[in-house]
């Protein structure tokens, strides 16, 4: 069954430094999504991707963060100067048709910030 | 605005049946469920579209009271694997963000 993939699954990084998390979506999908989980809290929505742009993000998608789709299978969460606070489970997910289909979500990557 | 779920926590006998609940304040287009097990990611259960259905997954099932804007999940002889924290997540309208609720963590003990 095709499923998303996400790398790395840990990442452990200085205050302050670039971190790129990198997704791999199913490959006939459309939408695709970030959301963190900070330990022992729920999930929360980063940001939605759609036709090559951003179609939502939420407070906490600030400056520091970006989103790319480099090529036609990678999706990217760049982080530029990373904070402590930052420290959380990044999920990416996709879904093919918004609003019919649920959202399948990656393994997640483990952001330390030290 | 997130959804709103209940109880936080339940603790249940194998065997035993326990209803979680999910309300919110604004109209829902669908409503989503998944268990997630502690260190893993959001496993999907079942999607609900305002309509009002029912579904079940195993034992398992959901439904969708739209006038009361709440979605009910209903473990029906829960078992050992049912342990998690199930999260509602909502979306207001079609191709929108989902917006999870704060989780209801089940115990399922032998």
């Known amino acids: 069954e095709p499923e998303v993939t996400q790398t790395p699954s840990h990442q452990v990084t200085q205050m302050g430094q670039e971190v790129i998390l990198r997704c791999v979506p199913i490959?006939?999908?459309?939408?695709f999504y970030w959301y963190r989980q900070i330990l022992g809290q729920k999930v929360e929505f980063l940001v939605s991707?759609?036709?090559?742009?951003?179609?939502?993000k939420s407070e906490i998608f600030d400056d520091q963060f970006s989103v790319e789709r480099p090529d036609g299978s990678n999706f990217t969460l760049k982080i530029r100067s990373t904070k402590l606070e930052d420290s959380a489970m990044y999920f990416c997910a996709s879904n093919i048709l918004s609003g019919q289909e649920t959202q399948y979500f990656g393994p997640g990557t483990r952001l330390l910030v030290l | 605005q997130q959804p709103v779920q209940s109880p936080q926590a339940v603790i249940l006998r194998e065997g035993e049946d326990a209803v979680i609940n999910c309300s919110s304040s604004k109209a829902l287009y669908s409503v989503h469920w998944y268990r997630q097990k502690h260190g893993e990611a959001p496993v999907f259960l079942m999607i609900l579209l305002k309509g009002g259905e029912q579904k079940g997954h195993d034992k398992i099932s959901a439904s969708f009271n739209e006038k009361k804007q709440q979605s009910s999940l209903y473990l029906t002889a829960s078992q050992l694997s049912y342990s998690g924290t199930y999260f509602c997540?909502?979306?207001?309208?079609?191709?929108?963000?989902?917006?999870f609720g704060g989780g209801t963590r089940v115990l399922v003990k032998p």
């Open positions: 490959s006939n999908h459309l939408y």
């Open positions: 991707f759609y036709n090559n742009e951003i179609s939502e």
């Open positions: 997540g909502t979306e207001y309208a079609a191709g929108n963000k989902l917006t």
